[in-house]
């Protein structure tokens, strides 16, 4: 698999309210963590409900260098050979393009006792440190070392230990799982990252022969399985949440009545009780949830959390919404206190927002001003998408490679629910 980035932009009008269907595709934050976990077993393995985006063949890259092959038969499945011949090394052409690359570490670690890793820089929104999954996977044995920027680990073998998380970290979490796997003894992990797409790792690792216990708990229990046990599986993505509140807050804003299909209201709880608390209702129909929306929705206060709190990832979302909801709202960010770029865009579309450290205050206006506005990141970017339909006249949105990067086919998607809305 190759990527091609094209410069590009896309085309927001309002036109009002949005009816119909939408589906929902696989998630980003899960997908990229299931392909990462085919290094584990030899052989031949198939995700299915896989997104079409950027990051995947940038994922599907990186395993290719490292000894699996990637092929997509048919749009949604994608089919990953481990050859069985791994090199344990992620270069830094390919691990600078994906955060998520980071996911190799416990997987290689685990399975062919060494590793070397370009350090992952930061993001458009801050530091992404992994300090903690260093020293977890210290003391379960691993010696690391720090040297031109790559970062090496060896292990002949793991073995099990007690791991507490200051912070239930998502990375952190993954990686230690995986590590765990192979490790003599048990594993214990405190605090460990909830999310759907953990769990998802999770329930594949359980089908491929991992003996996992606590699945979907803050307390996972790995005991450690022979190397060469784990077997390959056919395994459905979990639908993506942050993409589903995408089609929510484009309601939100536009308003309308659209079935977001595949949306799973229990992967969004918190979520959706707070965009009722706004106005906006909720149905729960066969495979899948109905939003509704109409009129200004009022304003509410919001702060993000991990799991099963108000991801951060909703945040530009949130935001927006608010930007044209009745009142204020303060929305704290307690994950990535950098993460607020996007508002300087949100400003030049006329919106309300002050900034000050990890706060926002977001007074609603009756309406923004279609201008030209820069995607600083796919969630930014999205968020610029949602917002151009609340906008008088047009946005034009630039960036469009990060959007590509998370979302498959936003503009074809908004469009199918009546959007005005087209890449040029
Ligand atoms: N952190 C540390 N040290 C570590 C690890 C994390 O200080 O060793 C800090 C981070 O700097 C951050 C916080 O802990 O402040 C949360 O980090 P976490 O490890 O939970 O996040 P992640 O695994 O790096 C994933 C998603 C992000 C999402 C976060 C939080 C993937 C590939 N990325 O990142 O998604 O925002 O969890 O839910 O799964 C996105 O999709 O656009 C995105 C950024």
Known sequence: MRTNQVPEHIVVRQRGELHGTVD???AKNSVLKLMAATIMADGT??????????????????????????????????????RGDLVPVAPYELVERIRASINVLGPLLGRCGRVRLAMPGGDDFGARPIDMHVAALETMGAEFKF???DVEARADRLHGAAVSFAFPSVGATENVLTAAVFAEGVTTIDNAAREPEVVDLCDLLVAMGADIAGVGTSTLTVRGVERGSLRPVGHRTVADRIQAATYMAAVAVAGGDVVVRDARPEHMSNLLARLADMGMDFEPVPGGLRVAASGRLRSIDVQTL????????????????LSVADGVGIVTENLYPGRFRYVEELLRLGADVRTNGHHAVVRGVPRLSGAPVRAHDIRAGAAMVVAGLAAEGETVISGVGHIDRGYDDLV???????ADIERV
């Open 306 to 321: 991990p799991y099963p709190g108000i991801a951060t990832d909703y945040k530009p979302l949130v935001i927006t919404m």
């Open 45 to 82: 393995h198939e995700l299915t409900n896989v997104p079409a985006i950027a990051d995947v063949a940038i994922m599907g890259d990186l395993l290719a260098a490292i000894g699996v092959d990637s092929t997509v038969p048919e749009p949604g499945r994608l089919v990953l050979t481990n």
């Open 412 to 418: 074809g998607r908004l469009r199918s629910v009546g």
């Open 147 to 149: 040297s031109h920027g």
């Open 24 to 26: 929902v595709p696989g």
